[in-house]
């Protein structure tokens, strides 16, 4: 079976490896400062999810510099993605997000910007600003959907139905942005099936996208709470890769897979474990691809 890899993509478009730096550009999220909640979705960080972003007391620029010290080792082609990762990337006056985003596109070694954000935080006024930024280097929008599913987007705290992530694909598509979709995979009593589904609606809805991540039960949240009561088990190491495997046998040849599994910081992570040695789970999840 064959899919179309984030590497081929950048291959593509950019004609060589590009590298994603992420950023905490020092936001916060509708979901923590009080106006839909104060705890973030069930599954959430203290991090907003950017454990692995740079510092947010630094500067955009100081931040790009930093990442590129951190994979020079890695990466000798010298041309990067400005990755704003931590929280939701559009949750500020426009004004100040022009100049965040501006400061990461002027940088000589930054190819282009993927904004993490939500769906209920897309006005057409930042759906104007992205578009004209665009227009001078790529920009890509990375929606956090998770799940069609009302019920699990419920016990989550996603904090805004589905037809939000409907408009705000429609629109951003409509500006010819990039629209990348994040999905969990392994979500309290979601059948393989609904995880299936979920794949298949974003697809229908056009995305250019995806990131499939596996369900982590970070210290601190509230999931590792109700893990710990035995509310409901992760998914084994098979069981992960074989859904996977069948939600790439449902994408369409142009949508770009951002994610197989994800990265779990040792500190943080309480389960499931076998998650951190990503190397193995890649080299599986490749067999299992190759032999599909």
């Not at 890899?5 to 950023?23: E, H, P, R, T």
């Not at 979705?41 to 620029?61: L, M, N, P, V």
């Not at 709470?225 to 069981?239: G, T």
Request: glycine share 6%.
């Amino acid at each position: 079976m064959e899919y179309y890899s984030l590497n081929q993509y950048m291959k593509d478009v950019f004609g060589q490896k590009v590298y994603k730096i992420a950023l905490d550009a020092g936001f916060t999220c509708p979901n923590r400062d009080g106006t839909l909640g104060t705890g973030g979705c069930i599954f959430c960080s203290g991090s907003g999810s950017g454990d692995f972003a740079q510092h947010r007391e630094k500067s955009i620029t100081e931040q790009i510099e930093q990442g590129k010290e951190r994979v020079k080792n890695k990466i000798h082609t010298g041309k990067y993605m400005a990755y704003f990762q931590a929280f939701t990337n559009t949750y500020a006056p426009v004004e100040h997000l022009k100049m965040i985003y501006e400061e990461a596109i002027r940088h000589p070694d930054i190819v282009g910007i993927s904004i993490a954000t939500r769906p209920d935080c897309l006005s057409d006024e930042v759906i104007e600003l992205l578009a004209c930024l665009n227009q001078k280097k790529p920009v890509w929008v990375e929606l956090g959907l998770q799940t069609i599913h009302e019920k699990t987007a419920s016990y989550i705290r996603r904090g805004y139905a589905l037809e939000v992530y409907d408009d705000a694909v429609y629109r951003l598509k409509k500006k010819e942005l990039t629209v990348i979709t994040h999905v969990i995979l392994g979500l309290p009593e979601e059948t393989k099936e609904q995880m299936l589904q979920t794949v298949e609606y974003v697809c229908d809805r056009g995305i250019d996208g995806i990131k499939l991540q596996l369900l982590h039960v970070i210290r601190g949240t509230d999931l590792e709470k109700d893990y710990l009561k035995n509310k409901f088990d992760v998914l084994s190491m098979d069981a992960y890769i074989d859904i996977v495997v069948a939600c790439i046998a449902k994408l369409p040849s142009n949508v770009v897979v951002h994610r197989m599994t994800g990265d779990g910081n040792r500190r943080t992570l309480v389960a499931p474990m076998w998650s951190t040695n990503k190397k193995k789970v890649l080299n599986e999840l490749k067999k299992k691809i190759e032999a599909y």
